[in-house]
């Protein structure tokens, strides 16, 4: 009996993804266009599931990551399930970055060259899933970016360790710093992509070296302009046919000598990361940035910046838990807090 018997994408029962297997090519499609195709908890998990079969698999020699639609590839973590779930119970954030540790590891690790096929937008924990993969072939329309310092995170699953060995230090600090779009052609220059293909229609025939202007009309299919990823699925599927002309063991390992310095990086500061990013998701930050998002507002930063200036217990959302209660000698409540929040009575400031 094998014990490494490759299993059907059926037999999984997915939910949040699609996973097919043609020929010598498995794709795994993350399958969540009506919220950008972020990744919640099941998502991740089955996304491992898929890499780990496709790892598994003898018949497949290379994989292909990529979104429903062409709005899309994936837009990071679901922040909704971030604010209801993780910023109300930090702990079980550590045991979220556990599974996105291994959601990542899964598509790093799978020993197939895996190529990232980015239809839309790729944001955040989506850019981190494809900084994972060997090659991305990009369509013109979408765009890069990163988030975490703008909603109260830190770009630690991957984006922080990758980056600097993709585009190199000065690129990365503008990067996370300022999380602005980079556009395919600037991502193409920066190395961040493989290829970029056209993907403007105008009245029928592709744009070549699409406007920001002309890529908007076509997301809005308006003015005779549309979004088409003919060209990117033709571009994937040669690139794909190009991997298979080469020795699958030899593939495997010169897969495994290219990944030593991510390894390195990696295995070098997740774990840190992991903890930190659970401890801090008690604080102001996190609370006011993933509110924010989810409140499709901009995040107040100057008031978080005025309490770091003023010495106003920036860490947490109603301060310190420094007062007590003359009334019923509840102890810890919070410095920001003008009554108990026990029993209702007058706090006394100090």
Known sequence: MRHFQAREPADFGFKEILCNKQGRIATVTINRPRVHNCLNTRCIEEIAAAFQDISDDDSIGVAVLTGTGDRAFCTGADVREYTEQYVTRPRDYWKYIGRFRIFIESILRNGKPTIARLNGITAAGGNEAHLACDLSVMAEHAYIKQAGTHVGSVAAAGATQWLPITVGDK?????????????????????????????????????????????????????????????????????????????????????????????????????????????HYTNLEPWEGMTAFAEKRKANYKAVRERWANDDSPELPWGAHVQSCPACGAKGLPARFSHCGNCGAALVSK
């Open 171 to 279: 690129r990365t600090r503008e990067i996370l710093f300022l999380n602005r779009p980079i556009p395919s052609a600037q991502a193409l220059q920066w190395g961040m992509t493989n290829q970029v293909v056209p993907s403007v229609k105008k009245d029928g025939e592709f744009v070549t070296g699409a406007t920001s202007e002309q890529i908007k009309k076509a997301l809005e299919s308006a003015d005779g302009h549309s979004i088409s990823l003919e060209l990117l699925d033709r571009a994937v599927a040669e690139l794909a046919d190009a991997l298979l002309e080469s020795l699958p063991e030899c593939t495997r390992y010169t897969k495994e000598q290219i990944n030593f310095l991510k390894e390195f990086v990696w295995n070098s500061t997740v774990g840190h990361a992991r903890e930190w990013l659970a401890l």
